[in-house]
């Protein structure tokens, strides 16, 4: 019978593993928006988003309101790691009638306490914020707002439930005359335990209360944290998990011992698990143990037992001690003997056996509860091990080593992925609350400084409008005869004067020079569509930047390997040729080039015919069967690969290392052609808007230093806010300001990160990404050896969504300048149009099209427009370009 009894209470790995995933079910239930309401465990928001970082510094005042005493704390932190806070308490009693008397009279009662302490105390500091422990249940909206949703624990004061008890406080203390107090968090017992137990280098960000009840919380990610409207970071969550099983989800571990417990308690059925576990029930499951076994003759034969029937007669602190191993015996022996039940040597060890079954399951069940919280933090932050520190605070914890070993190696065994650090908190509810109130202020400060070295990085939709208005003025310098010379966009002809119109067949070579891959492709265009093959040439950078001949020479070589290799070398195809550089076109097949950019350098080529360069080149090499019929620009053939599906596309638009945009003007309007008739095709050339400073109160220091640092210059200013090639170095010469200012990675980030181009474009695609992507930010992270906290992480997103937004933002005002005035040229009150995109920055950056799309809706309103990502631009539409022409 006692063993049946002992197996009833011993729970198997297997059980303890359902349970864990039961619990990590219910939380989910918890944080769930559409689920929280009927959840078991509750996993309450408390708007806590950081732990402690050692820097905190300053005094900070805690009122705690506890059953019938009001304590008073200050907190002196010194900012070295928070290793020697100093603290100063006093403890008010509260007259009886104040708890159940008006609410007014509770708070002014407390703002008194907080006054008299205060004229005892020395801080002269000029603000002093206050952290509130108020242990009731409450909907928090805010750190500092809390409504009390009803009272417990023999309070009662009217007209508090409802009510922000934050206010409440504040405006007692008001009238105390302490202008210099601030409320500035509010938080239930639970967070202050994991506020005190972060150690050097790991944070602490789980908490048990293993006391008369049992409680848990943890730093959640924010995102799941649906009630909660945060979206980024983590916030602390109050799980309240005692009411696990409340559903039924405990109930084949539930024993007869637990109903019992239950029945006689005074809320059956509520707090099941916290039944099972907390200090206030072990010594009763126990008793009603020995009362079911004294009834079955198992133990204290022939005597009266009657004894046992009394309500905590058996307390769970002498529970605890009869299973200390030494002196277990003796404290079995005298507990039984002060209950006058007999002391046989066999009932006694019994007892013990009883005692330690108890004890062991309650503490199994909190491994599998923290295994749960360990396994769910490891999971959503993706992580292949979690390592954190855990605090925990309660009578069960302190001293009971077998307790203590049963929770660790249970723990270990249920979430083997996670290394938890058990550390006993002292004082977690005052000390705890004192740190509560030190991060939000410390946050606070920090979110003041982030925005000043952000503000110059946020455009208004004003500033925006004025881009838009620049570019659009620059537009009409570019295509005046006159002014031409001197404007910053160029607007270049391309004598391309029609888009296609999908009727074009026959067989082209292309050739896609000025992006990140130099290519060569054959196309074939049928009444079914068009086909390609192409073949991807490095272009090393001693060619970029060496002698015009070499670059040219070069090319050719590729352009033969692609003709054996495709079989080709007897054919004479036309050749469009995508060159992606300001070049003044003469004609379509004579284009002369203006200046090289995004890192090319070759000499001799400047003012050249390229045309021309190429066909000398292929002399040189003994090339005979080229046939160049056009030399297109990579933002016409976007275009124009686009305008073969959809005749509405008009405009071209480029956003990858470079970024440009090309659309359809009227003749009339081209000054620097000759005729009137029809359209033609113009290059703008944007990358260079701004050349002449007419954007310079929108550059930053941040761009000012990108710039320095390229080949060019002054040049290309608009293009350095805007594209693939620049964004990187923008974020990266921001982080060194932050880390300048001590904002991220305690103001020292590695050496790498001086290092230029080190912080890749595609890097803000996968930080922006989220949570989603967590473990490759930690690859990023790595591969630049960037030691970043948590938080130091998520400002690294915020950098880099400024950053790109901004990129997007601009992007949109100078495209608003285009459509607006394809608009008013065509006289219409409202334009559809579609505009042929191509770039990686577009097409893989996660925010930056919609961005883009969401600007320019803003600044356009009498315009829709229709983004159509182009399939291989450059290479089709250079093809198209020269069938068109071919036509
Ligand atoms: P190009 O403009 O040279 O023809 P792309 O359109 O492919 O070539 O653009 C290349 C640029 O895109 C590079 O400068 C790089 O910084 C950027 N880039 C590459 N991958 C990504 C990504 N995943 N997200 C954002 N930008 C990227
Ligand atoms: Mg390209």
């Known amino acids: 019978q006692v063993q049946r009894a002992l197996r009833a209470l011993t729970i198997p790995l297997e059980r303890l593993q359902v349970m864990k995933n039961h619990m990590m079910q219910a939380m989910h239930k918890g944080l769930s928006q559409s689920t929280h309401s009927e959840a078991t465990v509750r996993m309450l ?113 009217s007209d508090v439930e409802g009510k922000d008890v934050g206010q409440l406080l504040q405006s007692a203390i008001k009238k105390q005359e302490l202008s210099h107090v601030e409320v500035v968090a509010l938080m239930n017992d639970t967070v202050g335990t994991m506020m005190t137990c972060s150690t050097e280098g790991r944070p602490c960000e789980v908490a048990l209360v293993m006391d008369k009840g049992s409680n848990c919380c943890f730093m959640a990610e924010a995102h799941l ?49 916290e039944k099972m576990v907390g200090s206030l029930y072990l010594g009763e499951i126990v008793r009603h143990v020995l009362i079911t076994l ?3 003759k198992a133990l204290f034969k022939g005597s009266s037992v009657a004894v046992l029937k009394e309500k905590g007669i058996l307390k769970t602190q002498q529970v605890l001690e009869i299973i200390n191993n030494e002196e277990g015996m003796a404290v079995t022996k005298r507990t039984l003997e002060a209950l006058g039940l007999p002391l046989n040597e066999r009932d006694c060890s019994r007892v013990q056996q009883i005692c330690l079954a108890v004890v062991s399951r309650a503490a199994s069940l909190y491994a599998a509860g923290l295994a749960a919280v360990l396994t769910y933090m490891c999971q959503s932050r993706d992580m292949d091990q979690l390592l954190v520190n855990v605090g925990v605070d309660g009578e069960l914890y302190q001293g009971h080593t077998r307790f203590e070993e049963i929770l660790h190696s249970v723990t270990r065994l249920l979430a083997p992925e996670c290394v938890a650090t058990l550390l006993p908190s002292t004082d977690g509810s005052g000390r705890g609350a004192a740190m509560v109130t030190a991060v939000a202020l410390r946050l606070e400060a920090q979110r003041r400084k982030v925005n000043e070295v952000l503000a110059p990085l946020r455009l208004s939709l004003a500033d925006l409008e004025q881009v838009q208005a620049l570019m659009r003025q620059e537009m009409e310098l570019g295509l005046g005869q006159e002014t031409h010379a001197n404007a910053s966009v160029r607007m270049l002809p391309t004598f391309v004067c029609s888009t296609p119109d999908g009727t074009e067949q026959g067989e082209f070579l292309a ?51 692609f003709q054996t290799k ?50 000398e080149a292929a002399q040189r090499k003994h090339h005979t069967g080229l046939n160049v019929v056009a030399l297109v620009n990579d933002t016409v053939g976007t275009m124009m690969s686009c305008g073969y599906d959809d005749p509405k596309c008009e405009i071209g638009l480029i956003v990858g290392t470079g970024t440009n945009a090309c659309y359809m003007e009227e003749m009339r309007n081209v000054g620097t052609v000759e005729g009137d008739e029809g359209r033609m095709c113009i290059n703008m050339e944007w990358g260079a808007f701004g050349d002449n400073g007419c954007l310079d109160h929108i550059f930053t220091s941040f761009d000012k230093m990108v710039d320095d640092q390229t080949i060019n210059p002054g040049k290309q200013r608009f293009e350095k806010l805007i594209s693939g090639m620049y964004l990187g170095e923008i974020v990266r010469h921001i982080l060194l300001a932050m880390a300048e200012r001590q904002l991220l990675f305690h103001g020292k980030p590695s050496p790498k990160l001086y290092c230029k181009d080190i912080f890749k474009t595609k890097f803000l695609s996968t930080i922006e990404l989220n949570g989603l992507a967590l473990r490759q930010i930690r690859a990023i992270l790595e591969d630049l050896d960037l030691n970043a906290s948590y938080e130091d992480s998520e400002l690294m997103r915020e950098v880099c969504e400024a950053v790109s937004l901004r990129a997007a933002q601009l992007c949109a005002a ?6 607006e005035k394809m608009r008013e040229n065509r006289g219409l009150d409202q334009l559809t149009v579609t505009v042929g995109v191509d770039g990686t920055l577009y097409k893989l950056h996660p925010n930056f099209s919609h961005n883009l799309h969401k600007t320019l809706q803003d600044l356009t309103p009498n315009c829709t427009v229709t983004f159509m990502p182009s399939e291989d631009g450059s290479g089709k539409g250079a093809a198209l370009v020269a069938a068109v022409a071919c036509r």
């Open 814 to 819: 100078g495209l608003a300048a285009v459509v």
């Open 566 to 615: 495709q079989d080709l070398m007897n054919h004479v195809l036309p050749l469009g040729f995508t060159f992606s550089f300001p070049c003044q076109q003469v004609g379509l097949d004579k284009a002369l080039l203006l200046t090289w950019t995004k890192g090319f350098s070759a000499s001799n080529c400047v003012g050249q015919d390229v045309v021309q360069l190429l066909r």
């Open 45 to 157: 928001p408390t708007y806590i988003c950081a732990t402690p970082d050692g820097t905190e510094k300053g005094d900070f005042l805690v009122v705690e309101l506890c059953q019938s005493q009001v304590r008073t704390l200050l907190v002196t932190l010194l900012g070295d790691g928070n290793l020697s806070p100093q603290m100063m308490y006093k403890t008010f009693d509260m007259p009886e009638e104040i708890m159940t008397g008006e609410g007014e009279a509770l708070f002014d009662f407390i703002a008194q306490c907080v006054s008299q302490f205060l004229a005892d105390t020395s801080s002269t500091q000029e603000r002093l914020p206050l952290g509130f422990v108020f242990p009731f249940c409450c909907r928090q909206t805010q750190l500092d707002k809390a409504e009390l949703i009803s009272w417990s624990k023999g309070f009662s004061c």
């Open 225 to 273: 944290v649906e009630i909660a409207k945060e979206t980024s970071g983590r916030m602390c969550v109050n799980t309240e998990w005692g009411c696990f099983g409340d559903n039924g989800n405990l109930s084949d571990i539930v024993t007869p011992y637990d109903e019992c417990v239950d029945n006689e308690s005074s809320s059956p059925g509520e707090k099941r698990f």
């Open 294 to 296: 004294a009834a079955e």
């Open 511 to 561: 050739l896609d020079l000025g992006g990140t891959n130099f290519r060569v492709l054959v196309v074939h265009m049928t009444e079914e569509g068009i086909r390609m093959a192409s073949e991807i040439y490095v272009i090393p950078t001693a060619i970029m930047q060496g002698t015009g001949e070499a670059l040219f020479d070069h090319i050719i070589d590729c352009i033969v390997d």
